[in-house]
């Protein structure tokens, strides 16, 4: 296989102009409970507040924003149950061209409905019994679209790392941090972000106690696949990481650490109740890692990246109640 040619910081920076004036330059908050809670500053990047909710959009508008005028007359065509597929269909719609989206029949429904409303098409399948990846080729080959993965993409993964550069434009440089890991696009993104910006940053993946598949590639030194893991943090769910974002991950990202299902519970309460957020389980991942991922923070400037609040409000009202 020829070696891959991986983005870089001057991709990230060339993201955020592209950014400007369609993606929010969402908050960075503060919590005196939380600094007390481990002794340290923290800085919360809130890409809950994100259009679409989630930091998803960073790199779809970025990717779409590049189509030749052919491409955009051809369309966009994407695979995902949630923000991506969103996050697609939000920026298809944006710069005027088609969008498809493969998505398995028992998404949620808002998520269907959301994408559907933002004016792509919906082509449904059983995650059980098919492929969603075979799927979306033979759909691209046939009609002539271009195929935009969730996190294994150089234009996705650069859009992604600009909600960290904004962190570090807005607080300067950090000691440590702290972002979820499912695919790698945020994480992969924001590592290339901190290298340029804030050097001497130590910067952890924090998955799911359940699906550690990236914390397994990590420290095999190679891409490790996993069954489909069964945990809240449904935005974390993926089976393995992307040529592009473990390539990155290998080389910039200091460790991976998890958070268990009950922990994020718990930061989504805190969430609620101390900074009057609504985060979904997959956004909790950062400071979950925080707290429980035995790095000695004592005094540091800390860094969290939360990545959504797109969570259904009956499941979330279910979830803290426990």
Do not use: W
């Not at 609620?272 to 979904?280: F, G, P, S």
């Amino acid at each position: 296989m020829p070696s891959l040619q991986l983005p870089t910081y001057d991709d990230v920076a060339a993201a955020a102009r592209r950014l400007e004036g369609q993606a929010h330059r969402t908050p960075v908050l503060r919590s005196r409970t939380a600094d007390a809670l481990l002794g340290a500053q923290l800085f919360f990047k809130c890409e809950n507040f994100q259009r679409m909710g989630a930091f998803k959009f960073r790199g779809a508008f970025n990717a779409l924003s590049q189509f030749t005028p052919a491409q955009r007359k051809t369309g966009v065509l994407a695979f995902s149950s949630g923000n991506h597929a969103q996050a697609i269909a939000l920026s298809a719609r944006i710069l005027g061209m088609p969008a498809a989206i493969v998505m398995p029949l028992d998404a949620p429904a808002a998520k269907l409905a959301a994408t559907r409303g933002y004016g792509a098409e919906v082509i449904t399948y059983d995650r059980f019994t098919e492929d969603r990846q075979a799927i979306s080729q033979r759909l691209a080959q046939e009609r002539g679209t271009t195929l935009i993965p969730p996190y294994d993409h150089p234009d996705v993964l650069a859009g992604q790392g600009t909600a960290a550069k904004e962190l570090f434009d807005e607080v300067g440089e950090l000691d440590h941090l702290f972002v979820c890991l499912g695919g790698g696009g945020l994480l992969s993104g924001s590592a290339l972000a901190a290298r340029a910006l804030s050097p001497h940053c130590k910067i952890y993946g924090v998955e799911p106690e359940a699906g550690n598949d990236g914390q397994q590639s990590f420290q095999r030194g190679e891409i490790v696949h996993i069954d489909t893991p069964k945990t809240i943090a449904d935005g974390a769910q993926t089976q393995f990481l992307g040529q592009y974002t473990f390539a990155i991950i290998r080389r910039d990202v200091d460790d991976i650490v998890t958070a268990s299902d009950a922990q994020l519970v718990q930061t989504m309460r805190f969430f609620a109740e101390r900074m009057k957020m609504l985060v979904e389980p997959t956004g909790c991942l950062g400071f979950a890692g925080a707290q429980h991922g035995g790095v000695a923070l004592q005094g540091a400037r800390v860094g969290v990246i939360i990545s959504g609040g797109n969570v259904d409000l009956a499941r979330f009202a279910q979830l803290v109640a426990l």
